[in-house]
C-alpha cells in the first residue's frame, strides 16, 4: 500500500500544495511550528476521516477560510484509487472515491491504512482505558467495515439507553428492548476486540524480545467489564441483570464494550504502574510495529507509517532496530523530525526528503545510504 501523492488546499497551514511520495522513507524536516506534524495528520485523515489531535474539523481550515480540501493517490494490489475530502467549516464532510462522491462515509474508510506514532501515545500506556478503546476501535476499524457497524450502533444504542437510565424510572418494555440491541451489537465489539488482541500480544510478543534484545517479554490481557466464558452473549445478559438496579440508581450503563480495558505486562509486572519510562516506550513502540503486522494480515499489504517526532521517544538501538524491520518489510514511512541529525545512519534503500517551513515544501534530491 503506498501514498504517491498528496494535495492540500487550505489545510492547517497549508494555503496550496502537491507533494510526490516515495516508496521508501520520506522525511519531513524542519523547525518546530512549520506544518510537519500538519503533513501527517493530512494522510491520517485520508484514512480515518478524523484527526490525531482534534475533535473540531474547522480547526483543519486555514484561517479566514470556508473550506478545505484532501486529496490523495494511493496505491494498492488491487488497483489505484483517488481519495478525495472536503471538510466545510459548516456541514458534513464529504468525500470522494476516483471522483465519484460516496453516500457513506464507511465506504470510504478501509481504502487507505496507516499506523501514527507520535509521542502522544505514551497515553497507550500511562492513559486512562478510553486511550486503549480508541486504539483498539482504530485498528479494527481500518480492516473490518462489520466491527465500524456494530460499533456504531452499540454507541447509539447506549446513549439511548443511558438516556432512558436517566429518568428514574425507566420504561421496563423499552429498557429490555434497549438492552437486546445493547446486547446484540456489543457482543460483536467484544469478540472481535478478543480476536485482535489475541492476534496482537502474539506480535508484540515478539517485537518487544527483539526490540529488548530477548530480555523482556510481553504479554497483552483484556480487561471487559464482566467476566467472559464460552457464551459471550449468555455472560451480557447476566451482567446486565447482575447491575440492574445500580444501574437504575446511578442513571447509566455499567456493563459493556464501552468499559473494556487492556493491560500490558512484562514478566508478570503491569507496565503502567511499575514499568520505567524506558519500558514504556518500548512497549508502544512493540505496539505500533505489531499493529503494522496486525493490518497487513488483515489488509493482504502493509499500511502506509507514520512516525511523528519519534526520535526523542527512542533510544540508539530501538531506533536502529524500528528501521530495520521497516526497510526488511520496505513499509512506506513517514518521519518528522526537527533535527537534519536524525537522518544519519537510518537504513533505507529509498529515502526522499521534504524541507517545510511556515507552510511551504522544498523538496530535495533523493537521498542514497552510502
Not at 459548516?90 to 462515509?105: C, N, S
Not at 529488548?212 to 447476566?238: C, G, M, R, V
Not at 521497516?326 to 533505507?348: C, H, M, W, Y
Not at 523538496?363 to 552510502?370: L, N, Q
Amino acid at each position: 500500500m503506498l501514498l504517491s501523492k498528496l494535495i492540500l488546499d487550505k489545510f492547517r497551514n497549508y494555503q496550496e500544495t502537491c507533494l510526490d511520495f516515495g516508496e521508501g522513507l520520506n522525511f519531513l524536516v524542519g523547525n518546530n511550528a512549520q506544518g510537519k506534524t500538519n503533513l501527517l495528520e493530512a494522510i491520517f485523515y485520508l484514512c480515518h476521516l478524523s484527526s490525531p489531535r482534534t475533535n473540531e474539523d474547522s480547526e483543519l481550515i486555514l484561517f479566514g477560510q470556508e473550506e478545505a480540501y484532501v486529496r490523495g493517490i494511493v496505491q494498492r494490489q488491487i488497483g489505484d484509487f483517488e481519495l478525495g475530502v472536503r471538510i466545510p467549516i459548516k456541514g458534513r464532510k464529504k468525500v470522494e472515491i476516483d471522483g465519484l462522491p460516496q453516500a457513506k462515509l464507511a465506504d470510504f474508510l478501509g481504502t487507505l491504512n496507516c499506523v501514527y506514532f507520535s509521542p502522544d501515545d505514551l497515553k497507550l500506556v500511562k492513559g486512562g482505558p478510553a486511550e486503549r478503546r480508541r486504539f483498539m476501535d482504530l485498528e479494527i476499524s481500518q480492516v473490518n467495515p462489520y466491527y465500524r457497524h456494530a460499533l456504531s450502533r452499540y454507541n447509539k444504542v447506549l446513549q439511548q439507553r443511558n438516556n432512558l437510565l436517566k429518568e428514574g424510572k425507566p420504561d421496563s418494555k423499552l429498557l429490555a428492548v434497549f438492552s437486546e440491541q445493547l446486547i446484540e451489537s456489543g457482543s460483536v465489539v467484544m469478540e472481535r476486540r478478543l480476536t485482535m488482541l489475541s492476534r496482537l500480544n502474539l506480535l508484540a510478543k515478539l517485537l518487544q524480545r527483539k526490540l529488548t534484545e530477548l530480555k523482556e517479554n510481553l504479554s497483552l490481557e483484556y480487561s471487559p467489564s464482566f467476566a467472559i466464558t464460552q457464551d459471550l452473549k449468555a455472560d451480557f445478559i447476566k451482567a446486565l441483570e447482575s447491575s440492574s438496579v445500580e444501574e437504575k440508581q446511578r442513571g447509566y450503563t455499567l456493563v459493556g464494550p464501552h468499559r473494556d480495558d487492556f493491560s500490558m505486562i512484562i514478566d508478570g509486572r503491569d507496565v503502567r504502574i511499575f514499568g520505567s519510562q524506558g519500558q514504556q516506550r518500548t512497549v508502544v513502540l512493540a505496539l505500533k510495529l505489531a499493529e503494522l503486522e496486525f493490518l497487513r494480515g488483515e489488509a493482504g499489504e502493509y499500511p502506509v507509517l507514520l512516525l511523528d517526532d519519534v526520535f526523542s521517544e527512542i533510544d540508539d538501538v530501538r531506533r536502529k532496530k524500528l528501521f530495520e524491520i521497516i526497510s526488511q518489510n520496505k513499509v512506506q514511512t513517514f518521519i518528522s523530525t526537527a533535527n537534519p541529525r536524525d537522518l544519519e545512519n537510518i537504513i533505507g534503500e529509498q529515502r526522499k526528503v521534504f524541507e517545510i517551513c511556515s507552510g511551504r515544501v522544498v523538496v530535495k534530491k533523493d537521498v542514497t545510504p552510502r
